[in-house]
C-alpha cells in the first residue's frame, strides 16, 4: 500500500491500484527516463522545433545566448494517452544531431551527446495552474481543468544553463515524491 501498488478500501477489500506515474525529485532524471524507470513506455512526439532568441531571465548564464537556441515542444504519452506537454530551451548544438535522434531522446540524453558530459545540476519547482485552451486542446482535457506545471533549470558541470523545461502534467494519475531526511539543529 505505502509503493501505491495496492488499494485498501475498508469493508471491500484491497485492489490493485490504477497505474499511478511517481517522478522522484530526489535523483536527477529528465522527465522521459522518470517514466521509463517504472516499467511503462512512454512516447514523445515532437511538436516544434525552432529558433528563438535565449529568454531574458536566462541571458545571463544560457549556453552561447547571443546566438539564441532552440525551442523544442513536445508531447509525453503514456498507454497513448498524453500526459503532460513540455517546452525547453535548449542549446543551438542540438540543431546538429539528426531528427530522428531529437524525436525519440530525451533532453538530458541529447545534452549529453553535445556536451560529453551532460547535465550536472537541476533547480525545480512545482506549482499548479489552470489549463489555457491551446494546452487543454493538446493534452485533450477541458480548459481550465488543473494541471501540475514543473519548471526546471539545468546546469552543465560548468555552471552554464544548458535546459530551461516547462513541463504541463495532467494530474490525474501524477504524482511527485522525494525522500527527505531531518536535519538535525536547522
Do not use: W
Request: charged share 25%; hydrophobic share 40%.
Amino acid at each position: 500500500e505505502d509503493e501505491g501498488t495496492v488499494e485498501r478500501k475498508q469493508g471491500k477489500g484491497t485492489y490493485v491500484a490504477g497505474k499511478r506515474v511517481r517522478h522522484g525529485l530526489d535523483a536527477l532524471r529528465s522527465f522521459h527516463d522518470s517514466l521509463v524507470l517504472q516499467g511503462l513506455a512512454p512516447e514523445m512526439r515532437v511538436l516544434s522545433l525552432e529558433r528563438v532568441e535565449v529568454p531574458g531571465h536566462l541571458r545571463q548564464r544560457f549556453v552561447d545566448a547571443e546566438g539564441g537556441c532552440l525551442l523544442l515542444r513536445r508531447l509525453h504519452l503514456v498507454d497513448g494517452r498524453p500526459i503532460a506537454l513540455g517546452a525547453s530551451y535548449l542549446p543551438r548544438a542540438i540543431a546538429d544531431l539528426a531528427p530522428d535522434l531529437v524525436a525519440r531522446q530525451p533532453n538530458y540524453a541529447l545534452l549529453g551527446a553535445i556536451d560529453g558530459n551532460g547535465v550536472a545540476h537541476a533547480d525545480i519547482a512545482i506549482r499548479a495552474q489552470a489549463a489555457d485552451r491551446d494546452v487543454a486542446r493538446i493534452l485533450g482535457i477541458k480548459a481550465g481543468s488543473p494541471l501540475l506545471v514543473m519548471t526546471r533549470t539545468s546546469s552543465f558541470p560548468n555552471g552554464d544553463c544548458c535546459d530551461f523545461s516547462t513541463f504541463q502534467i495532467c494530474p490525474e494519475r501524477y504524482e511527485f515524491f522525494a525522500s527527505c531526511t531531518f536535519q538535525f539543529g536547522t
